[in-house]
């Protein structure tokens, strides 16, 4: 019976992830609102009555992307944070400021990628979902106590404006994960991802003024 279930088990964890997969993808590259159960059913390689069995709802798929993508944020941040450690016992300690930068990047190029679901700003519905599903909030709140460390030791030594909300820096950092400059210096086909990463993240955090001329 315990291997009957353990298989089955399996079976619905292929089956959650496929779904997940086809919902991050779609998410990406067509955003929440045009992005329809039909379409993630197809993608996924299942009868839609079947995806019911598993995901109740367009909110749901969404928060179980969500739930995803911050999982991996939350696995690169704790490895930044693992190399900080051993850097500095070897003398060579890494400023956060250097670790708000890399978490920035890793945003911008998962959205780069096609990897990075893609959200409304406003919607009641899903922002309800969000805000009810445990395992969302906790990561979410999870995300940011460990960027808001950062954010305050980065003020704290000069590294960041102090005179700046910690909350403002912290949206700010969110922002980029989705944030429309990307996609439209990407869809233009001039540019590559190296030089669009570059690019943005000088801008985030230097600004658009050349230094030394700003008013």
Not at 102 to 124: C, D, F, I, K, Y
Request: overall charge negative; some cysteine.
């Amino acid at each position: 019976m315990t291997s009957r279930t353990s298989i089955k088990e399996q079976i619905q964890r292929v089956r959650e992830q496929a779904i997940v997969t086809a919902v991050n993808r779609l998410l990406a590259t067509k955003g929440y609102d045009a992005m329809t159960v039909d379409e993630v059913a197809a993608e996924a390689g299942m009868a839609k009555a079947s995806l019911y069995k598993l995901f109740t709802s367009k909110e749901e798929l969404a928060g179980a992307a969500m739930v995803g993508v911050l999982d991996r944020a939350l696995a690169f941040v704790d490895s930044l944070r693992d190399e900080a450690v051993q850097a500095a016992e070897t003398a060579t300690p890494v400023r956060p400021l250097d670790q708000l930068k890399a978490v920035t990047r890793w945003a911008m190029q998962t959205q780069l990628e096609g990897q990075m679901p893609s959200l409304p700003a406003q919607n009641s519905n899903l922002s309800a979902s969000l805000q009810s599903n445990d395992a969302y909030m906790d990561r979410l709140i999870s995300l940011s106590n460990r960027l808001s460390i950062w954010i305050t030791e980065a003020q704290t030594s000069g590294q960041l404006q102090p005179t700046l909300p910690a909350e403002l820096v912290l949206y700010t950092l969110f922002a980029r994960a989705c944030d429309p400059v990307v996609a439209l210096l990407k869809e233009s086909g001039q540019y590559t991802h190296a030089q669009i990463i570059d690019w943005v993240s000088s801008t985030t955090f230097g600004g658009l003024a050349v230094p030394g001329q700003a008013s």
